[in-house]
Nanobody
């Protein structure tokens, strides 16, 4: 299993942008699906975006057109570009692999507030 470390979270005003990064301790080339999920206080965790090894992506309906997931296999890094942020995007964002022995990062806080 790879170790995952997220970074890039913070406080941003509504309408602003953030880019989250997820650095893996080992190669992600052979990992089929990498994903970002989030959990807001008092709410269930939800899958935000996923990307396959071949570059196919999928998104939560509420973030389509605003968020973009990407992966750089050479750098063993997965990104989540978040634009037009809304207060309801406030949550802890987690990077993880998808599968029976999934690895999860420790999470990074994203707060959207004026």
């Amino acid at each position: 299993q790879v170790q995952l470390v997220e970074s890039g979270g913070g406080l941003v005003q509504p309408g602003g942008s953030l880019r989250l990064s997820c650095a893996a301790s080992g190669s992600i080339f052979s990992i089929n699906v990498m994903a970002w999920s989030r959990q807001a206080p008092g709410k269930q965790r939800e899958l935000v975006a996923a990307i396959t090894r071949g570059g196919n992506t999928s998104y939560l309906d509420s973030v389509k057109g605003r968020f973009t997931i990407s992966r750089d296999n050479a750098k063993n890094t997965v990104y989540l570009q978040m634009n037009s942020l809304k207060p309801e995007d406030t949550a802890i964002y987690y990077c993880h692999t998808v599968g029976p022995l999934a690895s999860w990062g420790q999470g990074t806080q994203v707060t959207v507030s004026s």
